[in-house]
Structures are given as structure tokens and as C-alpha cells.
């Protein structure tokens, strides 16, 4: 942090400015304390995503065989997804927090101010985070739309994800995040700008002219359509799979009551034993054909609740890009500033939640234990 000898105080006429900004619809005082602990908070919440999603990729490859199952590889490279958007998400935090220091340090007439402007540094943090998080998405959609077409149609589909081609899918994903946000890049840099507030020289964010019109392209065309059609998608989805568990515990508890039935009938003789045997098999095959194997039950729960997570997880990002598509004041600089900053804060609290609770099913769960207390042995 920086003191700025010829400028003691913030000018008084920039602080005057930012008065109208700072009242917006969110009282200062009340957007300082929220923001600080927000940012904060994100900053423990990125941490615990940093572990966790490390583990995760250690367990994945102490369990073995990930790069031969193209499911096991696709929920790996999720895991990859999700940690880089913790990384970022963390370095999005700090910059947050610094830019809501230096508006403290305005409003309190400070000379401090940090070499670089937060806002430069958070905004390519952001820009790399939505590349993650986009990616993140294209998985989770993917994942839940095979499971469901496993479950439709498991003769056309079951074993149809080979691992060549979850690792192309996966580097499809990411090539068209990162496409997504060249546009963005090309019309933003770091530049010696001048900050008017404390008279001084220091690295900045520079946007060419047409850079809002860029932003609104994108948004139009990637950053509204795409959560909207994949929480759609991932409700039609757990309809469908919610109801193959359904079906699927009621063929296995009818074929325990009709083997109990045929148990307790075995003394009738063996022509009779032998046509119930018959009848029994036949119940058997329908209830395969109709049902789901355990090992498929648990990869269906298992994506039902990561489904259910992000849809709860990402209605605040889609609302606050919403906002931001009707309102022209919702932005930095303009009267609801603070405001923006604080959903900002909370979507992206929101998303990183999401990107921490990885934990797969229990087989998994119980690989993580041994592989942390004893050096990756199995117990």
C-alpha cells in the first residue's frame, strides 16, 4: 500500500463526485461491512475449494482406472474445472477486497491507495473465472444429459463415452469459454493511467471505447442464454433420472417380495417350484431391463444432486446478469455501484460453493481418508 506525499487527502471535489455513486441503493456504510465480509468470506470459501478439489484429483488417481472410463475421466476434468475456478475465485477475492479498501479510504478523505488499481487485477480475475465456471457448466450439462439418454435408451447409449472422447469434449468446452472472452480481452488492458482521487500515476484498467458495446454482445449472444438453457435442460434431467431411481427401487424391492414368496412356497413340489422359478426370472429380466443396476443408481444420484446444486447455485449469477442487461445504471461507475459490487460478491460466493462440494459417491468418499492419512496406500 502506498502514501501519496503530495496529495495528502483525496481531492474534495472527487470525493464529491462519488457521493451520489456511494449513497446508490445500497447505503456506504452498510456496503462496506457486507462487502469486506463477502469478500472474505469467498477468500475461506476458494481455500476450502483449493483442497478439496485437490483431493479430489489425487483420490481419482490413487482409485485407478480414470483414463480408461470416460465417466470417470469426465467428472476428473470437472474437478480440473472446478479448481481453477477456486484459484481464481480467490484472486478475485482479494482484488474485491482491496478495491473496497481503497472506497473506504476515499470516503474517510486517506492518502492510501494500493501500486495498482484492484479493479484492473479483479477484472481479468472475473474474466477467468467465467472461462472456468462456462466450462463448468458445459460439463455438468453434458454429464446430465448422457445419464439421461443411458436411462432412455441404455442399449443405444450405455458405454458410449469412451475416455478420447471425454478428454476432446472437455478441450471443446474450455476453447469455446476461452472463445467466448477473447472479444472482452482484446478490448481491455493494464495501462499507467491517472487516478484524479489521490493525483497520481499507477497501473489501470484501459478499455477501448467500444468495449460496452463488446460486453453487450457477449452477454446477449453467451451470458444469458447459456444459464438459462442449462438450468432448464438440468431440470428436465432430474425429472427424468429422479424417476428412474423411482422405478428403479420399486422393480427391486417387487423382485425381494416375490423371492421371499417363492421361498416360502418351496415345499408345493418341484414342478410347481420349477414354474414360480420361471415366472421369477422372467420378473428378474423386466425388472433389469426397466431398472437400474446399482452402480448406475448411485451415478444417478450422484448426478441429481450436483444437478440440483448448481441450478440453486447459479440463480444468483442469472439474476445479477439480468440486472445488468435492463438496468444501464447496474455497473461500476454509475448510481447502484455498490449494489453491483455486493451481488457480484454473492454470485460469486454462490458459484464457488458450488465448485467445493465434490465429494462423487460414497466409494469415493471412503478413498479419501486412506489416501490423506496413509500417503495414498489403500486400507
Known sequence: ?????????????????????????????????????AACANCLVSLFGIATNTLNLKTFVAMGGV??????????????????????????????????????????????????????????????????????????????????LCVVHPLAFRGS?????????????????VATRIPIISSIGIRATFDLRWNVTRPGLWSQPNKEQVKDGIRSGVDV????????????????????LRASTQFRNQSTTSSIQTSGQAHTGHSELTRQEDDQSSKNGRAKSKGLSPKDARVVKQLVILSLLFIVCNIPKLARTLADALEPEFMLGRRYENFYEMSNQ???????????????????????????????QRV
Not at 11 to 30: D, H
Not at 161 to 177: D, I, Q
Not at 236 to 244: D, E, G, S
Open 225 to 244: 442464454p447459456l444459464p438459462i438453457v442449462a438450468e432448464v435442460i438440468l431440470t428436465v434431467c432430474i425429472i427424468v433420472m429422479t424417476n428412474a
Open 346 to 376: 454473492i454470485h460469486v460466493l454462490a458459484e464457488t460453493f458450488n465448485s467445493t462440494l465434490n465429494f462423487f459417491n460414497t466409494k469415493f468418499r471412503l478413498q479419501i481418508i486412506p489416501h490423506k492419512v496413509c500417503g495414498g
Open 161 to 177: 463415452l469412451s475416455p478420447r472422447k471425454a478428454g476432446v469434449l472437455f478441450a471443446l468446452f474450455l476453447a469455446f469459454s
Open 1 to 37: 500500500m502506498a502514501y501519496n506525499e503530495n496529495q495528502t487527502t483525496p481531492r474534495s471535489t472527487e470525493v464529491g463526485q462519488l457521493q451520489p455513486v456511494l449513497a446508490g441503493l445500497l447505503p456506504f456504510g452498510t456496503f462496506i461491512v457486507m462487502a469486506q465480509s
Open 67 to 148: 483414463f480408461t472410463d470416460g465417466v470417470a475421466l469426465t467428472f476428473f476434468t470437472l474437478s480440473i474445472s472446478d479448481l481453477g475456478f477456486c484459484v481464481w475465485s480467490l484472486c478475485w477475492s482479494g482484488s474485491s477486497l482491496c478495491f473496497v479498501l481503497e472506497k473506504r479510504f476515499v470516503a474517510s478523505q486517506l492518502p492510501y491507495y494500493f501500486p495498482v488499481d484492484p479493479r484492473a487485477m479483479g477484472f481479468y480475475s472475473y474474466i477467468m473465472m467465467v472461462i472456468f465456471g462456462t466450462t463448468t457448466t458445459l460439463i455438468t450439462v453434458y454429464l446430465a444429459v448422457m445419464r439421461c
